[in-house]
């Protein structure tokens, strides 16, 4: 069953390259069903974000009515990137699984070992200016939401 769904994920991202997108597929499975697929949007949708897996994320959350996908398994045509990987945990998906490696994306022209570099080293060395100001500021909506007695935590 398992191989059903990457082998899905993975057609997925084939197909998605003859539509003109980038050659990535995700599906989110819930209780031994596909609840949800994604494809690599960003040249489609003009949206940098519009990974595969985010994408499957998106349609699996309004699927379900819930930001929480406790419960959901993705598997996904290539080891999700940094922010992908991010999306994941705080989608909090039970498993991921992968067919291609981040250095097969690499060597397609897909790097982020970049990005890794990046988050690891310290604010004042990142190639992106990166400045804090105005924190006193900033906090009071997290004092707002610390008092916020109906809150949805997530």
């Avoid at 539509?19 to 990535?24: D, E, K, R, S, T």
């Avoid at 398994?73 to 922010?83: D, G, L």
């Avoid at 998906?93 to 897909?110: Q, R």
Wanted: proline share 4%.
């Amino acid at each position: 069953m398992i191989e059903d769904y990457m082998k899905r994920a993975i057609k997925c991202s084939c197909d998605n390259v003859k539509n003109g997108g980038g050659p990535f597929g995700a599906v989110i499975v819930k209780e031994g069903k596909i609840i949800a697929e994604g494809t690599n949007l960003v040249t489609i949708n003009n949206d940098p974000t519009a990974h595969a897996e985010v994408v499957a994320i998106r349609n699996a959350a309004a699927y379900l009515n819930d930001f929480n996908l406790s419960g959901c398994e993705i598997y996904t045509s290539c080891e999700p990137c940094p922010m992908c990987l991010s999306a994941i945990y705080w989608a909090r998906i039970d498993k991921i699984w992968f067919a291609n490696t981040k250095t097969d994306a690499k060597n397609i022209g897909f790097d982020d070992s970049f990005i890794y570099d990046e988050v690891s080293k310290p604010l004042e060395e990142r190639k992106i200016p990166i400045k804090q100001f105005l924190r006193n500021e900033g906090l009071e909506a997290f004092k707002l939401w610390t008092e916020k007695t109906d809150k949805t935590e997530y």
